[in-house]
């Protein structure tokens, strides 16, 4: 147990369709960060938000975008869903404060099904 | 830009085998570099990490070596378990890329009784 839910755990969405996930972070944990991890591949990095605030983005469209809650909580949304978005979607909590050694927790994910 | 390269799989072993999984990455900066851990249906868990040259990370019989002469974070086991039966994930992370993780393709172990 990290302390980083995550839901749905699965999903199943139509292509054109809109999709929201959602992730409750570990206690005292200001930081979050979204992965999206296609079948066989490694996480890649969506985006982060500090304090609210979107603080690093990766190579991803601006159809994806997030929202982080004042109590650290976040929502990952999803536009214009197409085939290609169907993976697992992993967010990771942790304290944003520290360095590159300071432990993140991830939680279990959400698998999305775009069909 | 930062990345990991990662041995690719799968990988299929007998129980008490020795296990390598070759790892090395390419940054900017000090990166710091982690072994994850990936059951199936579940979510990633820290294996072991490593912040500094030279630094040994170690957990349940697993064990890498930060080289920073080599850029490699191998993670080896001496004697695997059908429990360690998983994928197995290099990264990085490091300051100069906003924290962010850098993760291999993934290796998938298969320990066979």
């Known amino acids: 147990e990290t302390g980083v839910t995550q839901s749905p755990t699965h999903l199943i969405k139509t292509r054109g369709q809109q999709v929201t996930l959602r992730c409750s972070s570990q206690?005292?944990?200001?930081?979050v960060s979204w992965y999206q991890q296609a079948l066989g591949q490694g996480p890649q990095f969506i985006f982060q938000?500090?304090?609210?605030?979107?603080?690093g983005r990766g190579n991803f469209p601006p159809r994806f975008s997030g929202l982080q809650f004042p109590n650290y909580s976040s929502e990952l949304n999803v536009n214009a869903l197409e085939l290609d978005d169907s993976a697992l979607y992993l967010c990771?909590?942790?304290?944003?404060?520290?360095?590159?050694?300071?432990?993140?927790?991830f939680g279990q994910g959400t698998r999305l099904t775009v069909v | 830009g930062d990345s990991v390269t990662q041995m690719e799989g799968p990988v299929t072993l007998s129980e008490e085998a020795f296990l390598t999984i070759n790892c090395t990455y390419t940054?900017?900066?000090?990166?710091?570099l982690f072994w994850y851990v990936q059951y199936p249906g579940e979510g990633l868990q820290l294996l072991l990490k490593?912040?500094?040259?030279?630094d040994k990370g170690s957990n349940k019989g697993f064990e890498a070596t930060y080289r920073k002469e080599t850029t490699s974070f191998h993670l080896e086991k001496g004697s695997v378990q059908v429990s360690d039966s998983a994928v197995y994930f290099c990264?990085?992370?490091?300051?100069?890329?906003?924290?962010?993780?850098?993760f291999g393709t993934g290796t998938s172990l298969t320990v066979i009784p």
């Open positions: 990771a909590s942790r304290e944003g404060t520290g360095g590159a050694n300071t432990e993140a927790f």
């Open positions: 990264a990085l992370r490091s300051t100069n890329t906003g924290n962010q993780f850098y």
């Open positions: 206690s005292g944990h200001n930081t």
């Open positions: 940054a900017t900066g000090y990166p710091s």
């Open positions: 490593a912040t500094k040259a030279d």
């Open positions: 938000y500090y304090r609210e605030e979107e603080n």
